[in-house]
């Protein structure tokens, strides 16, 4: 009984509310059963070559068998441990710098912007205190996407934070430079960038780039443009008394800028920020157009060996639920936070 | 002595001109820089320099154009072929983005719970998810989802639908269709001035004039008029089937299909939450105020909501249809023979000469975006709240 | 008095060492190799024969083989090689930076590149030629009867303008769809996107495996073009230009005179042919004028095998390819491959 008056209101209220609810059941049940089938009743799960799968489902074999793969790229299968360990590290690091319940704020944040990227960095590359040397070219799959994102986000952040600082200065050269830098990068297509920076930058300096860096490089420059706008969003919601006040304490611009300005316009700025970053880790699936395999390209790649030949579509399935869920989680990281600014403003 | 040079230091605005010139001249100094060992690297690799490429013979083919192009013609020529390219699919997806996302975006806040679960699950699925993974799938769904020339389509034997593309009739020779636009300008203006009557006789008698059925038929009905009749007077090439294909007549190739339909849905999920947000932000007073003025639902949600949401909307929606311009450039990644793909692809590789490419299609991209924030910015100022 | 002279005999050793020294031309790119201690070679993204890694990463092909065997020359060790692939696009920017000391990746040597590019072709060690594959159902034999079909190629590629022209002459007219990348047009074509994909026959060969259903596909034998390929430098530095033309002639020449891998240790000790005798580096100092050890050639052939034994272990007859050698005969045998004597 309260079922049928809740579906009554929710669902049938009136005569276009009724057509509607029964158009959306017909497209969920068109489209949903084959989807499942096709996904799980039907798809192979079991085995180790292409015999395995048939052809009404999809061939989960494929992903299994190519999984290390996609996961590390041809980084040595001894030494895959070490991208657990980093992987591990950034997820800790990650959490106790991001949620709000934790203690110890002070410390996470400079763990995360200062100290894991060595440590990363060591754990990853290798070559002293013990690791082996492992060459950039054979890293890939996963490891290789998050690394990009995590670099190119922790480099651009303190050169968004200076060209925001830079476009609401008073000085007008400074001001000049960084807005023109900003909508430089804003204004172009990051594929662009990436074929840029991939193909210019051997030229323009005089010492060769690894080409993992180039894209890094790449990546940064355009992130770091859209950081600066969600900063400077930040900066402008930060009153103007707080600059008056600071200057009546007698700080000077920078002590002013760092002591009382950032740490407000920052948080503020928080989600904006959240949604650069997951931005970010979108686009650099566009590195396989310069022939780095990240996650999709080496999915892509995968598909093309004549051993699994034609099972792409589970590949970019694969790629994209790993996306999703990354992305998906950093967006409502994002959104509780947007909340909470709210509600601590109406106060 | 030392006190003077002092207090000169100590001047507020003698370091501000000292920090700047210091940054200026940073910035000169590395932009030099990286520009003199370009130059002397590509002497020193005996790479060749200069724009006269641009009016070498191509020599490359391109499935989709809409400005006449052969391989005989120039460079510059396909530069142009893939600006047009990026024109079409980006102004279309824009257009159909915007009518996707404002369906979406209301039915999101929908009373029915099955439209809202719905849209809202459409609007998570597409934001998380690289546009990469999209174009690939649309195209190989695409090309997948339609049958092969022999059991193409078809309808009235003059269009086709097949793997290969929509065949439609096309004009023998020339542009006729020229007049559609010119008929579609006639069709604006003849709206703007009957507004303004509907307006001026409002404010006189009180009567309503209903402009909106009117203003429509005015600016769909004169260009239709004009394209019926310019479609029954020019000669049309009709598709025809031929050995491996259909010949004549215009196609729309599916690498079109596939980079309209992936920008679309996903700009669409985009779009969607900034009408949701910018109608979010009407204030409840506004509808009940509205309602209390006598004003009906329709007119409601016309003259009171939607102007004041689109305030709040047009900035982030400039920002998504300058996203959408850029996204085109991932048509390069299924063939579609857009300016990256064309010019920074083909063309880069007949020539070799990648700053010059690279630099003119960053000046490309920089001035069509330019042009877009101009024109929302005008639309902007426009529509903002005239405070007194 | 002894002082003296030790020390004029020391300024004359000096100057002794320094003409030594001085008879070396300086090649920056080997003494950067040996310094390195690998060679950095760049081929191509994923080529079955040709340059292919497999799912552990290790390369195998022809162009690679010559990585290899040049990699033994200048420092002894086939497997000192570092590979780079590289996409149609980027093949030029990476080898014109300094970011590989060379290219081994099917790419066609032509006029302009030679001429605009500042690249130099260093010899022939695939006669590729352009053609198609297409689907048997579609009852083509000859490219003349594929009037109004669809064409998949990559983008840049000579092949893209090769096919162009070769229409526009016979008055065809063919819609070519370009890819940025082989594989995508490969996975087009698969997807009956096209009637037809364009490459070389020997790339077709082995692209052919990236197909769904292989045998559904028929590789066209008439060719409409020309397309040597072979290895390509910078620029630059003769005498390492002189080093890859050399390595690639001695893994002819060696096929010609019957070394092998097998045989060369052999054929060392026991020959009394001077021009064997002077590839194996027995007779004369070359290597060593050359900036190398005398061994040079003699390391190339025993770790990577003549032309002949590279070419059936990856694109011939040992190999899935299949590919009879064609145009890439030796000359003595009917076929257009040559070396310039070593005399």
């Not at chain 2, 690289?130 to 389509?153: K, M």
């Not at chain 3, 769809?177 to 790339?203: H, K, P, S």
Request: glycine letters at 8%; charged letters at 15%.
């Amino acid at each position: 009984m309260k079922a049928l008056a809740w579906a009554r209101a929710n669902l049938f209220a009136t005569w276009i509310d009724a057509a509607i609810t029964l158009a959306c059941i017909w497209v969920v049940w068109r489209f949903l059963p084959p989807l499942l089938d096709w996904t799980i009743f039907k798809a192979a799960w079991l085995g180790d070559d292409r015999s395995a799968c048939s052809a009404g489902g999809a061939c989960w074999v494929f992903i299994r068998a190519r999984f290390d793969q996609f996961m590390y790229g041809l980084y040595p299968a001894a030494q895959t441990w070490r991208i657990d360990i980093a992987g591990a590290l950034l997820v800790i690091l990650g959490v106790w710098a991001g949620w709000r319940r934790l203690p110890g704020k002070r410390y996470a944040i400079p763990a995360v912007l200062v100290v894991y990227p060595f440590v990363g960095i060591w754990l990853l590359l290798g070559g002293f205190g013990g690791l082996p040397y492992v060459e950039t070219r054979q890293w890939g799959g996963l490891m290789l996407t998050v690394f990009m994102t995590v670099y190119a986000g922790i480099f651009a952040f303190p050169l968004g934070v200076l060209l925001a600082l830079g476009r609401q200065s008073n000085l007008p050269v400074i001001r000049t430079i960084s807005v023109a830098f900003i909508e430089f990068w804003r204004g172009v297509p990051i594929i662009a960038v990436i074929f840029l920076a991939s193909l210019l930058l051997p030229l323009i300096l005089p010492i060769n780039v690894d080409r993992l860096i180039r894209a890094v490089v790449g990546l940064t420059l355009v992130i770091a443009a859209y950081m600066a706008e969600a900063i400077r969003g930040g900066l402008q919601a930060v009153p103007k008394g707080q600059y008056e006040a600071a200057a009546a304490l007698g700080l000077g611009y920078w002590r002013a800028t760092i002591l009382i300005v950032l740490p407000q316009a920052l948080r503020i700025s928080l989600p904006a920020l959240a949604n650069e970053f997951i931005a970010l880790s979108k686009n650099t699936t566009l590195v396989l157009i310069v022939s780095l395999f990240d996650l999709l390209g080496i999915v892509h790649a995968a598909s093309a060996d004549p051993k699994w030949v034609g099972y792409n579509v589970e590949g970019y399935v694969f790629a994209g639920t790993i996306f999703w869920f990354a992305c998906f989680a950093m967006s409502r990281w994002s959104a509780s936070l947007e909340r909470r600014l709210g509600a601590a403003r109406s106060h | 002595m030392t006190a003077a040079l002092r207090r000169w230091f100590y001047d507020a605005r003698v370091r501000a001109w000292i920090s700047q010139a210091a940054v200026a001249g940073a910035m000169f100094g590395t932009i030099w820089y990286f520009v003199a060992n370009a130059s002397e690297n590509m002497v020193k690799a005996g790479i060749a320099s200069g724009f006269d490429f641009l009016w070498r013979t191509s020599g490359i083919d391109v499935p989709f154009k809409i400005v006449d192009y052969t391989p005989q013609n120039n460079i510059v020529d396909l530069l142009w072929v893939g600006v047009a390219n990026t024109l079409l699919v980006s102004l279309l997806g824009m257009a159909l983005a915007t009518i996707l996302g404002f369906l979406i975006g209301i039915a999101r806040l929908s009373k029915n719970f099955l439209l809202r679960g719905l849209a809202t699950g459409f609007v998570e699925f597409v934001r998380n998810i690289p546009l990469l993974l999209f174009v690939f799938f649309w195209y190989f769904g695409v090309i997948r989802a339609l049958p092969p020339p022999r059991d193409s389509f078809g309808a009235f034997d003059t269009f086709f639908l097949n793997n290969r593309g929509l065949y439609v009739p096309a004009p023998t020779e020339g542009h006729p269709f020229a007049a559609v636009s010119v008929a579609f300008a006639i069709g604006v203006a003849l709206f703007l001035v009957l507004r303004a009557w509907a307006v001026k006789r409002q404010a006189a008698t009180g009567k309503i004039f209903p402009i909106w059925a009117a203003g429509t038929a005015l600016i769909v009905g004169v260009p239709l008029a004009a394209a019926i009749v310019v479609a029954l007077t020019t000669s049309w090439s009709v598709p025809v089937r031929g050995g491996f294909n259909f010949r004549g007549g215009f196609v729309l190739v599916p690498e079109f299909v596939a980079l309209l339909a992936a920008l679309v849905t996903y700009t669409a999920g985009f779009v969607a939450e900034v009408v949701r947000g910018g109608i979010l932000a009407v204030g409840k007073g506004q509808k009940e105020a509205a309602a209390s003025l006598g004003l009906t639902p329709g007119q409601t949600l016309r003259l009171i909501v939607v102007p004041q949401a689109l305030r709040v909307m047009v900035p982030p929606m400039t920002s998504q249809y300058l996203n959408l311009l850029k996204n085109s450039s991932f048509g390069a990644a299924i063939a579609y023979p857009e300016i990256v793909s064309v010019f920074m692809g083909s063309a880069l590789n007949a020539t070799g000469q990648a700053i010059e490419i690279i630099a003119i299609t960053l000046a490309i991209y920089l001035v069509a975006g330019l042009a877009v924030s101009m024109f929302m910015n005008w639309y902007n100022a426009r529509i903002a709240l005239v405070t007194r | 008095m002894f002082r003296r002279l030790a020390a004029s005999a020391a300024l004359m050793l000096c100057f002794a060492g320094a003409a030594s020294a001085q008879q070396l031309t300086p090649s920056p790119t080997l003494d950067a190799i040996k310094a390195r201690g690998h060679l950095e070679c760049g081929v191509h993204l994923g080529l079955p024969g040709f340059s292919f890694a497999d799912d552990k990463g290790v390369w195998q092909g022809i162009d690679v083989d010559f990585c290899k065997a040049l990699a033994a020359a200048i420092l002894g060790d086939a497997t000192k090689v570092k590979y780079t692939p590289t996409s149609v696009q980027q093949r030029w920017p990476i080898l014109q930076s300094g970011q590989v000391d060379l290219l081994s990746r099917n790419t066609t040597i032509t006029f302009s590149r030679n001429a605009s590019l500042g690249v130099n072709f260093l010899g022939i060690n695939f006669y590729e030629g352009q053609t198609f594959i297409v689907r048997k159902k579609a009852n083509i034999s000859k490219p003349d009867e594929m009037d109004g079909a669809t064409v998949c190629v990559a983008a840049g590629s000579t092949e893209e303008k090769q096919a162009t022209d070769w229409f526009a002459e016979r008055g065809k007219k063919v819609t070519i769809v370009n890819f940025q990348r082989n594989d995508d047009a490969i996975a087009a074509y698969d997807a009956e996107r096209c009637d037809a994909y364009t490459a070389g026959f020997g790339a077709l060969a082995g692209q052919r495996s990236k197909l769904k259903a292989p045998d559904d596909h028929v590789i066209l034998t008439q060719l409409i073009s020309n397309d040597p390929q072979g290895p390509t430098v910078r620029y630059g530095d003769e005498r390492y230009q002189a080093v890859v033309r050399w390595v690639l002639n001695g893994m002819i020449a060696a096929e010609h005179f019957g070394i092998t891998s097998k045989n060369v240790d052999e054929m060392r000790r026991s020959s009394t042919n001077g021009e064997v005798r002077r590839i194996l580096g027995v007779e004369g100092n070359f290597g060593q004028m050359l900036g190398l050890s005398n061994d040079w050639l003699y390391n190339a052939i025993k770790q990577v095998g003549n032309y002949g034994e590279s070419y059936e272990r990856t694109v011939g007859m040992d190999s899935p390819l299949k590919l009879p050698r064609g145009p890439n005969q030796l000359w003595t045998k009917g076929g257009l491959l040559f070396t310039s004597p070593f005399q």
